[in-house]
């Protein structure tokens, strides 16, 4: 029988095997460990996948063992140590941990390579691994002998995986990949992978990464953790934004990635780094295409979680940098002869009224336009504060109550349904049927 050979120089105290909570790392903040049942798990997931296992902690041999025992009228096997010559029985049945830790041969290889790392502070060249015949104890040493399985060998020679140690990568948080599904690390330990998805990178995080005695992850949480972790590297997030506006739709992983968690002003600058300082966005086909024949540097960013944080650290919005016939696909031209007369006439009249001052129109183009709708919505009339402009569409070029309207928006500034807007419209009513009953009354 073959076995891997997983081997440390320094002596392990048996209880660190047998004694369920005994952890030496807990409060250690550079250690994989922290529950103190790693190992004691790593044995029971052994003996469930009758896999097995030889422990040596210096010339002390240890090899984990069950006996039937009935508790509660059920009958269980219990765990129990063979200490060189003495057997010192657990308070551990089999079945401990078997709901959760249901992948027994790599949560087992996990667990004791992990342990392998803390008692050498993390330095995997320090790790002596490798096959052997048979199992012999080494002074001075800790060595753990693993029967050599096919899935035991398939899982070594995967091994850099599972453990970025083997490479050095153990201090890298995102690491590229060709898409393929997420795989998220703590403290360079592969604790899980995100099935289904198609990500661009692999995250590897520290002690903000929430786990369980099991090692189990929430996949929401480890999700909105990553967009903070992606935020935090500007290469990885700068390549991450470029196939935002090449994609188009949500395609890898990363971009479905909630603004709630991306950085914003990181990603402001991702997005100036990547594309210039003078760059645009808009989540709108149709505004990308009129922004683009007007010259803008726009980008489409269909993905609402990077469009809100880009936006919010500080990207303009297309639509901020275009008029409103810009954005309505509007075909203005210069006001004709009857709007510019109906224009002068109610301006005459407001300014009577005290309700216009005289340089209000200063600088305001008047112009019409004739298409009808903008996406579904019939427009006859509207001003663009921007650029100064007061449009009339050319079938309402007599309609007072249209132009009567869209002067109120150049006086008062405010948008429809605002309370300036409705108060400036109540009280120019108030006047002029002051004005109406006291003619009335003179007649």
Not at 5 to 32: N, Y
Not at 132 to 139: L, S
Not at 281 to 288: G, K, L, Q, R, V
Not at 321 to 326: G, I, K, P
Request: charged content about 25%; some cysteine.
């Amino acid at each position: 029988m073959k076995f891997l050979r997983i081997s440390t120089v320094g002596v392990a105290e048996v209880e660190s095997f047998t004694v369920l909570g005994a952890s030496s790392s807990r409060q250690d903040k550079e250690s994989i460990g922290q529950f103190g049942s790693g190992a004691k798990h790593a044995i029971l997931c052994a003996l469930r996948s009758a896999t097995g296992l030889i422990i040596y902690c210096g010339r002390t041999k240890i090899v984990p063992q069950t006996q039937p025992q009935t508790i509660h009228g059920v009958l269980q096997e219990r765990l129990q140590f063979r200490i060189d010559n003495r057997t010192e029985i657990s308070s551990m049945v089999l079945d401990f941990g078997s709901i959760d830790w249901t992948e027994p041969v790599p949560m087992m290889l996990r667990e004791l390579l992990s342990n392998a790392l803390d008692s050498v502070n993390g330095d995997w060249a320090k790790i002596a691994i490798d096959y052997c015949e048979k199992p012999r104890a080494k002074k001075d040493s800790t060595q753990v002998f693993v029967e050599l399985t096919a899935e035991v060998r398939e899982y070594m020679h995967n091994v850099h995986h599972y453990f970025l140690h083997v490479n050095g990568e153990e201090n890298e948080t995102c690491l590229a990949q060709n898409p393929m599904p997420c795989r998220f690390y703590r403290k360079g330990v592969f604790v899980h992978e995100c099935e289904g998805t198609k990500s661009l990178y692999s995250y590897n995080c520290g002690d903000e990464l929430p786990i369980d005695e099991s090692r189990k992850l929430d996949t929401y949480r480890v999700k909105n953790l990553a967009a903070k972790v992606l935020s935090d590297n500007p290469k990885a997030l700068k390549h991450v934004v470029s196939t935002l506006c090449r994609s188009g739709d949500s395609v890898y992983y990363e971009h479905d990635f909630s603004d709630w968690y991306l950085l914003s002003a990181r990603v402001a600058e991702a997005f100036k780094l990547e594309y210039g300082s003078d760059v645009c966005i808009t989540d709108n086909a149709s505004t990308y295409s009129r922004a683009t024949t007007k010259g803008l540097n726009v980008r489409l960013i269909k993905q609402h979680g990077w469009f809100k944080a880009a936006k919010s650290g500080g990207i303009p919005d297309a639509v901020t940098l275009m008029t409103r016939a810009d954005n309505d696909g509007l075909i203005l031209t210069p006001a004709g002869y009857e709007l510019k007369s109906n224009v002068f006439a109610i301006y005459e009249e407001m300014q009577a009224l005290a309700m216009i001052g005289d340089d209000v129109m200063d600088g305001v183009k008047l112009c019409e336009f004739e298409k009808p709708i903008s996406g579904g919505i019939a427009i006859n009339g509207f001003y663009c504060p921007q650029t100064r402009t007061l449009a009339i569409h050319r079938d309402h070029v007599g309609d007072w109550k249209v132009i009567i309207e869209e002067l109120s928006h150049v006086v008062t500034g405010a948008n429809d349904e605002t309370r300036d807007f409705q108060d400036y419209a109540f009280r120019l009513s108030a006047l002029l049927m002051k004005k109406l009953i006291a003619e009335r009354r003179d007649s």
